[in-house]
Every structure is written in structure tokens, then in C-alpha cells.
């Protein structure tokens, strides 16, 4: 008994060539996507003279931050940066009270209608109204070119309220029937006990919506027309694909001319991605079991 044990557990903890194909295949998929990022921090830490010849990799050659430090003096970028935080929380904080709002009451059987106000939520997944009567929505409502236009129109999503509503529909029910029967309002059910049972649900949808917040630009693209309420993403945005940033308009700021455009925006994606990078590891344990909760049916 005692000699066959430890063969046992060799053979246990024996690795099939199955799991170690799967390890490979993990293993690729997260290099190839952690390595774009890896060297965009590397060519925005790196000389000028690394990256024009293409010696950058994922690690900086010759380490420098001027670029950072002409970002941390570019008046605009600060100004960017303040609006996306203002419409991100805003954003956030409406869109979980509309979610959790509408989710909660149509997981429940007894609203008279729930399956057809269920469907024009769920048409609205598959057809949209299309940019331009949208914007002249937003525009009649005298939204444009305010922080309300970057909030309101993306407030709900469809995909957040199914998962939001199918979350509430797997809580046990007998807590709500012992509630109702001590005398409680649904308000106050709602508050008071499916809230505090639903924090990784509401932190993985919080999630969501913090993300797509942050990371859109198409609405202040469309909508706004004051430079003092670009969001940082579209700031970023004129950085890669409109040549804002060139010798020409960097010595017309007062910026070093020394500080290669390429590096600058490098530096800027940085600046951009690393808020939600940096959020994302507080929210991740409840972030993965929201997901896994929010998804066991449909």
C-alpha cells in the first residue's frame, strides 16, 4: 500500500501532451497580446535615434522621459484628461442606476408586460436609430457640445441590463418572500438586500461601462465642438491620425523640438490606457465571478 502511493501521485500529476499544447497555445495568445503594449511603453521610454532604426523591442534602448515630461506641460492633454474622468464616473454612475433599475424590475414575473418592454430593449441590441438621427436627437434635446452629450446618449447598454437581469433573476427568491412578508417594499428590498448580494455583478458591469467611457471617442468626435471638452481619447486620436502633433505644431506650443513625434505618441497611449490598467486589478476578483454569475442563463 505504502510502495504504490507516491507512483500514484506521479502519475497524477503527470502533464498530457493535450494540457501541454494548451499551455503553448495560452502561452502564444498572451505574448502576442502583451506585446504591442510592452512596446509601445518601450519606444515611448526609448531615444530617438532607437526608434528610427528599429531597435526597440519590448525593453527601452536608451532611456529617457522627455516625452512624458512634455505630456505633463501640454495644457490640452490636462484639460483631456479632466473630462474623461468627469464623463467616465458620471457616465458609470448613471448607467449602473438605469441598469440596475430596469433589470431589477423586469426579472420579476409579476410586471404586467414584461415580455414586450423586453423586446424593445432587445430590438434596440440589433437595430440602431443610425448617427445622423441621433444627433439631431441630441441636438433638439440641447445636449450638443456639453458634457451631457458624451454621458446620456451611451448610458444604456443592452448586453449590461441581460446580464444585469439575468444575475437577478438566479437570487434566491425565498429571501424576497421573507421580506415581503416582514413588510418590506420592493424599494427597500431592492436597497437592502439584492444590492449587497449583487457587488460583483455591479463591479463587473461598473467595469464595463468605465471602459467603454473611457475609451470612446466617436461621441466627442461628433458631438462636441469646444477644444476645451475633448476627452482624452480624441485628443489622442488627433495625436495618431490627424498629425496634430508634427515639429511644426510642437514649436508652435514652446515644445522641445528634441522630443520625437513618434515617441510622443507613444507616451500619450500610455498616459491613456493606464487609469483602467491600474483599476482593473481591484476589481478583477469580482469582476470574474460577476461574469461567470451573470452568464449561467440566458
Given amino acids: 500500500m505504502r510502495t504504490d502511493r507516491p507512483s500514484q501521485q506521479r502519475k497524477r500529476h503527470k502533464t498530457s501532451p493535450a494540457t501541454m499544447l ?9 505574448v502576442l497580446c502583451v506585446y504591442p503594449f510592452l512596446n509601445v511603453v518601450a519606444c515611448s521610454l526609448s531615444s530617438k535615434g532607437a526608434v528610427l532604426g528599429g531597435h526597440v523591442t519590448f525593453y527601452p534602448i536608451g532611456f529617457q522621459l522627455d516625452s512624458y515630461t512634455e505630456i505633463l506641460k501640454k495644457t490640452s492633454i490636462w484639460l483631456a484628461m479632466r473630462v474623461s474622468l468627469i464623463v467616465t464616473l458620471s457616465g458609470t454612475a448613471l448607467g449602473l442606476a438605469l441598469t440596475i433599475g430596469a433589470a431589477y424590475a423586469l426579472s420579476k414575473e409579476k410586471l404586467k408586460g414584461r415580455k414586450i418592454i423586453n423586446g424593445f430593449i432587445l430590438f434596440t441590441m440589433y437595430f440602431g436609430g443610425g448617427i445622423i438621427p441621433t444627433f439631431m436627437v441630441v441636438k433638439a434635446l440641447g445636449m450638443y457640445d456639453s458634457y451631457a452629450a458624451l454621458v446620456v446618449p451611451s448610458s444604456m447598454n443592452v448586453f449590461n441590463f441581460i446580464v444585469m437581469r439575468t444575475f437577478f433573476r438566479e437570487l434566491p427568491r425565498e429571501l424576497e418572500e421573507a421580506a415581503i412578508v416582514d413588510g418590506a417594499s420592493d424599494a427597500k428590498i431592492l436597497f437592502r438586500i439584492v444590492l449587497p448580494l449583487s457587488l460583483p455583478i ?3 458591469i461598473g467595469l464595463f461601462y468605465a471602459v467603454s467611457y473611457w475609451n470612446d471617442y ?7 465642438q469646444s477644444a476645451d471638452r475633448y476627452s482624452l481619447q480624441l485628443r489622442l ?8 502633433i508634427n515639429q511644426a505644431s510642437m514649436a508652435a506650443e514652446g515644445m522641445s523640438g528634441q522630443v520625437m513625434a513618434e515617441s510622443l505618441k507613444m507616451a500619450t497611449i500610455v498616459v491613456a490606457t493606464l487609469p483602467i490598467i491600474v483599476v482593473y486589478p481591484w476589481l478583477q476578483k469580482y469582476f470574474v465571478k460577476g461574469v461567470m454569475l451573470g452568464s449561467v442563463k440566458g
Avoid: P
Avoid at 466617436?218 to 462636441?224: C, D, E, T, V
Fill in 22 to 30: 494548451l499551455y503553448g497555445i495560452v502561452t502564444l495568445t498572451v
Fill in 237 to 244: 486620436r488627433q495625436l495618431l491620425y490627424a498629425g496634430e
Fill in 202 to 204: 455591479i463591479a463587473t
Fill in 218 to 224: 466617436f461621441s466627442a468626435l461628433i458631438y462636441i
